[in-house]
């Protein structure tokens, strides 16, 4: 079963990728301010049973958390050693956490981290190059079982080369989606998946965006489409497949 983990909800913008982020235009519709994180309901979910004392996530999930956050955010330092005392206390789990501060990695992790909980998926996004080459470093020296990259949303043509080897499990790449999203450009995307082709790393095309370029021609595409669209495109690449198995 694949499912969410929202632990907490709200976050700070950090970079260039954030300037559309959902998480604003969403609290705007509703009134609310984005910039006070707060835990939500479902901050306790992983360890949480059901009647026949079962746990209400079964084993061999796997748990995307903090969609509409980042589990490095500083505004959570105080909620965070309880959520990797239950990422622990469910080996049987797989949690994947996609951040774009993974400066405060090494400041947020719990005592018994050793070489990375071999449940944990790390994913650090870059939208551009300067983001690559601000985190990416970062990324490879960390400590982390399972780690994979995220540019999206991809802004510019970047150059991941310097980066890519067998640390790497996965490359995935997609445009901006809403209300005036940034332009993508399928040559942008090209060029990444070239540079995982030759480093051998599996590439995923994960959707177009809502302005999509190729051939120079820009596309506005549904939101409804924007998987499939990537998915017609055909171009993942997968030399193995690596992901945990509990
Ligand atoms: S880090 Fe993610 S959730 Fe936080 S403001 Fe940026 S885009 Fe939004």
Redesign the pocket.
């Known amino acids: 079963m694949k499912d969410g983990w929202n632990l907490w909800h709200g976050?700070?913008?950090?970079s260039e990728?954030?300037a559309n982020?959902y998480?604003?235009r969403m609290d705007a519709e509703h009134g609310r301010d984005p910039a006070t994180p707060h835990r939500t309901a479902a901050f306790g979910l992983p360890l949480r049973k059901n009647r026949a004392g079962e746990y209400r996530v079964p084993s061999g999930s796997t748990l995307w958390t903090c969609f509409?956050?980042?589990f490095f955010l500083e505004d959570a330092d105080a909620w965070r050693s309880e959520a990797w005392r239950m990422i622990a206390a469910r080996p049987d789990v797989e949690f994947i956490i996609i951040t774009?501060r993974i400066h405060r990695f090494h400041a947020s992790l719990p005592e018994d981290w050793g070489a990375g909980y071999p449940n944990v998926r790390i994913g650090c996004t870059c939208e551009n190059q300067r983001r690559a080459d601000e985190r990416l470093p970062l990324f490879r020296a960390a400590p982390i079982a399972h780690r994979f990259i995220v540019c999206e949303p991809l802004l510019e043509p970047i150059d991941l080369s310097p980066y890519l080897d067998d640390r790497i499990e996965e490359v995935t790449v997609g445009g901006e989606s809403g209300a005036g999203a940034r332009i993508c450009d399928y040559a942008w995307v090209l060029g990444i998946r070239e540079a995982c082709v030759a480093a051998g790393v599996p590439f995923h095309f994960h959707q177009t965006g809502a302005n999509f370029r190729r051939d120079g021609r820009i596309y506005a595409v549904p939101r409804l489409h924007q998987h499939d669209q990537a998915k017609r495109a055909g171009i993942d690449f997968s030399p193995i497949t690596k992901h945990y198995t509990p």
């Open positions: 976050c700070r913008k950090i990728g954030c982020c998480v604003y509409t956050s980042d774009k």
